[in-house]
């Protein structure tokens, strides 16, 4: 086997589990020994005397009675069973895992991990420790209802035992010596079976100056890939026709709007290969200035491409788009991957014989068997939702054609070198004219009903709401609003008056589109949902988001979820229901509500974030890490940064033999994308 093989090469490994794997983004056997646990349950046993109220920890003891299983509120189940730890009687705790009851044998010796009730003398299980092993911390990863803890621990061993040894370094020799970071083999042992806290800290380390790493150095090659005027594209747009299709826009751009399309056009005209980010607040008019550029693209004989992260985003911009361009005679094609064979073999052999200017789709228009007649322009929407690789694969379906990435939250200074340091940023930095700024109030938990009152007043002018809670389901490890039991709670409140609908992560993805579509269209009204409400997504009738505990986000996320209200021409409102218990999830709640500028936003995350966007960067505008925080990991990204300009400035084809891991590395990764 070679690592780069399938994990079906695996011994047990059927399709089920090869589907389960695949779902948590592994797919190789190198995947599968560089999946890292996001956390360790430490095993070392403390002393009761030692513990803090609510400390997490390991507890030895005695079993003293039969272990009691009981029901308390729909499906809900406790287990309950005394111990004796330190000479002190303890009740232990379970919930939800009515399956352990057999660990419980009186008078026999029993571990178990759990959280301490001091007041209570009481332990709040989460898991019987079956085995004590040389090792201090337990790994703990992200898993599905296909692949538990276990398994996913058992596979992970034998991935070790077969195939680490030949791992090869991606980090060269010189660089891990100076930054004293780990080998791949010793980075993998450590961070799956560390022996103590120390290996599991400095793997964490090595880890995270890895990731950054690989992709600065891809970021790096790009550029210099653009910086070569034989890789670049010129497109000789025709003035007259742009001007006649902005004249048919209905509405008149902004002075922000005019200087980007200028910057935009001018890198379309040059020799140079074109790579540049838009960057503009909520409802700036970001798209309409993609559909000019697209348009000048068009008007110089070439295709054009928008790519965008979600297929009902991919519908709404094909419908506005459509419209937009009737005037000019401009053919518009939507291609995602939900498409019926007939409709999508009609649009592939549009687009390849260029009967259609421009093609509007998800990542499906990077998949094979897409093939353009002659694209020269690339628009991608949402930037960070796609990869490196993913980004190079689309330009491949050209002639290396010009790329305008857009995102929608404004990055901060200090981060835009290092996270999207290949690309030229044009920034619109204006709100159209007439748009209302979004009235925003925090409320506190016991006001909350006050804030559903102002909502259905909303609800009665025909207006629709968002409402977002930070857990999917019940959770007894933190005492937070979860989305399926605020369902259950607004359905019964609005009674028949209202439609609510609910939206979340672990729906399949025809299930989200079609609540998604059903909320866009007016067939439901409230929709309760986690943060997996799609950024971009326009519903014109949205204007009320009712944030709870939104102290628990970051102020890059709640700016995003206050951004899909207030489409439309009316006042939209923002409630956010938070009873923060620290300074800097206060200054969050005021920043909220005295500014709907994103601009200021960006650079107050900046200062005020710690580890306090407990939920990650999926909608903060920067590219997704799985270890990293470009924020919080700010000095490893720019030392990362600097050493892979330095390293492919000298070595712009990696042949030097420090660099032939690397190289490798990059090469399997990219062979990877064009087959997903």
């Not at 693209?297 to 985003?313: D, N, S």
């Not at 490798?664 to 994308?673: E, G, H, P, S, V």
Request: glycine share 6%; proline share 5%; with cysteine.
């Amino acid at each position: 086997m070679a690592l780069d093989d399938s994990v079906s090469q695996l011994a047990g490994v059927g399709p089920k589990t090869v589907t389960a794997l695949g779902d948590l983004g592994i797919h190789t056997l190198r995947e599968l020994l560089f999946y890292f646990p996001f956390r360790y349950d430490d095993l070392k046993a403390r002393p009761l005397a030692e513990l803090q109220d609510q400390e997490k920890a390991l507890f030895k003891g005695v079993v003293i009675s039969e272990p009691v299983i009981s029901r308390f509120g729909p499906h809900k189940i406790r287990l309950n069973v005394r111990l004796l730890i330190d000479s002190v009687a303890v009740i232990a705790t379970f919930f939800n895992q009515p399956w352990l009851k057999d660990k419980f044998v009186p008078d026999e010796e029993v571990a178990i991990y759990g959280k301490w009730n001091e007041p209570q003398k009481r332990v709040v299980g989460m898991k019987v420790i079956t085995q004590q092993t040389q090792n201090e911390l337990d790994p703990i990863y992200s898993v599905n209802k296909g692949m538990r803890q276990k398994k996913l621990i058992s596979l992970i061993q034998t991935a070790f035992k077969q195939e680490a040894a030949g791992l090869v370094d991606v980090i060269p020799a010189e660089i891990r010596q100076h930054y004293r970071l780990l080998t791949d083999f010793e980075l993998v042992r450590q961070m799956h079976f560390p022996r103590n806290q120390a290996e599991s800290t400095a793997a964490r380390r090595t880890a995270i100056f890895r990731e950054f790493f690989l992709f600065e150095v891809q970021i790096a090659q790009l550029r210099q890939q653009d910086q070569d005027p034989e890789q670049g594209l010129v497109l000789p747009y025709q003035l007259a026709p742009l001007r006649q299709f902005i004249g048919t826009l209905p509405f008149k751009l902004t002075a922000a709007q005019k200087r980007v399309v200028n910057e935009i056009c001018a890198d379309l005209k040059a020799p140079a290969h074109m790579n540049r980010l838009l960057q503009g607040d909520v409802g700036s008019g970001k798209t309409v200035v993609a559909a000019i550029a697209m348009f000048a693209a068009v008007t110089a004989g070439f295709q054009a491409a928008l790519m965008v992260p979600t297929e009902i985003l991919a519908e709404q911009h094909f419908q506005k788009l459509s419209r937009l361009f009737a005037p000019m005679q401009v053919t518009v094609t939507l291609l995602t991957g939900s498409l019926k064979p007939a409709e999508r073999e009609q649009a592939l052999q549009a687009i390849k014989s260029g009967r259609t200017n421009i093609v509007i789709g998800t990542h499906a228009l990077i998949q094979s068997g897409v093939a353009f007649k002659a694209l020269g322009f690339v628009v991608i929407d949402e930037q960070h939702r796609f990869g490196v690789n993913q980004r190079r694969a689309l330009r491949e379906k050209g002639q290396n054609p010009d790329v305008l990435a857009m995102t929608a939250t404004p990055i901060p200074r200090t981060l835009a070198i290092t996270t999207y340091g290949e690309m030229a940023i044009s920034t619109i930095d204006e709100l159209p004219a007439g748009r209302r700024p979004i009235e925003t109030h925090w409320l506190k938990t016991n006001q909350a009903n006050q804030a559903l009152a102002l909502t259905e007043q909303q609800l009665a002018q025909g207006d629709q709401a968002f409402v977002i809670a930070p857990l999917i389901s019940d959770s007894d490890q933190v005492n937070l609003k979860n989305a399926e039991d605020l369902y259950e709670r607004l359905t019964k409140y609005f009674g028949a008056r209202y439609q609510v609908a609910l939206l979340h992560g672990q729906m399949t993805p025809a299930d989200k589109e079609a609540t998604m579509a059903a909320f866009s269209q007016g067939q439901v009204q409230v929709l309760v949902a986690t943060t997996v409400v799609e950024v971009g997504v326009d519903v014109p009738n949205a204007n009320v988001m009712l944030i709870f505990n939104a102290d628990r986000f970051g102020l890059a996320t709640l700016h995003q979820l206050r951004g899909r209200v207030g489409r439309g021409q009316r006042q939209a409102y923002c409630y956010l229901i938070a009873d923060p218990t620290n300074e800097v999830a206060v200054k969050r709640m005021e920043i909220m509500t005295a500014t709907n500028d994103g601009f200021v936003l960006a650079e107050a995350d900046l200062k005020l974030r710690g580890q306090g966007d407990i939920f990650g960067d999926k909608q903060s505008g920067l590219p997704e890490f799985r270890l990293g925080d470009p924020i919080t990991n700010n000095n490893t990204l720019m030392a990362a940064h600097q050493v892979a300009e330095e390293l492919i400035t000298a070595d712009p084809t990696l042949r030097q033999p420090d660099h032939q891991g690397l190289a490798q590395y990059l090469r399997a990764q990219q062979a990877a994308d064009q087959f997903d």
